[in-house]
Each structure stands twice: as structure tokens, then as C-alpha cells.
């Protein structure tokens, strides 16, 4: 069973809102960074976002920035994406990941950058 759980997608017209969740069981969040991927069919996956642990430290793809917001809430062991002014091409599934150490690497947009992954949630942006 995959360490993290990402919850939150569904169907949504262009335009509209999703919040995308990323949870985890078995170790505290707030020692990794996480960032956020997504994979549309046929293409490669991309990194869409990712938090660090330092100051809040954030980094965002140029295709979703002023969109899409990163956060994290420790309590709750949860990471979330809040993504607005959706639009078709967002559509694919989305997944979370955790970096050891806590730091927001320098190829943060690279899956090979991440040691845990979560199963991924579908995120559809149609009329």
C-alpha cells in the first residue's frame, strides 16, 4: 500500500475550483516536502507544485501560477492544492509525493526527485 492517499478530484466545468488533499498514515508530512504531479494520457508526468519546510517555501509549474496554491496543515498531517480558474488542459490524474529532508530540491519538477508517491486522483475539466 502506497504511503500517501490524494483525494479531492472529480469532474468540474471550466472555470471552477477543486481542492486536492494529500494525506499520510504512516510517517508526519511535516518533515518532507511534497509535490504535486499530474499525467494526462499519453504524456509524461509533470510537477504541478511543491512545498517545502522552510519558511513555506513554494514553487509552482509556470502553467498553473495564480491558479493553483500549495499548502500545508500539520495537524492535520495533510498537504492540499487549491486550484482555481480550472481548465481543460488540467485534466489528468494527480498525485502527491514526499521528499526526505524537507527541502524543496532544485529539480523539483522531476518524479525522480521523490521517495513515496501516492495511487493518484482524476481530475477532469470539461462542459
Known amino acids: 500500500q502506497l504511503p500517501l492517499v490524494e483525494s479531492g478530484g472529480g469532474l468540474v466545468q471550466p472555470g471552477g475550483s477543486l481542492r486536492l488533499s494529500c494525506e499520510c498514515s504512516?510517517?508526519?508530512?511535516?518533515?518532507?516536502?511534497i509535490g504535486w504531479f499530474r499525467q494526462a494520457p499519453g504524456k509524461e508526468r509533470e510537477g504541478v507544485s511543491c512545498?517545502?519546510?522552510?519558511?513555506?517555501?513554494?514553487d509552482y509549474a509556470d502553467s498553473v501560477k495564480g491558479r493553483f496554491t500549495i499548502s500545508r496543515d500539520n495537524a492535520k498531517n495533510t498537504v492540499y492544492l487549491q486550484m482555481n480558474s480550472l481548465k481543460p488542459e488540467d485534466t489528468a490524474v494527480y498525485y502527491c509525493?514526499?521528499?526526505?529532508?524537507?527541502?524543496?530540491?532544485?529539480?523539483?519538477?522531476?518524479?525522480?526527485?521523490?521517495?513515496?508517491w501516492g495511487q493518484g486522483t482524476q481530475v477532469t475539466v470539461s462542459s
Open positions: 509525493s514526499a521528499r526526505a529532508g524537507g527541502i524543496i530540491p532544485t529539480m523539483w519538477g522531476s518524479p525522480y526527485e521523490y521517495d513515496y
Open positions: 504512516r510517517f508526519p508530512l511535516a518533515y518532507y516536502a
Open positions: 512545498i517545502g519546510i522552510v519558511d513555506g517555501s513554494t
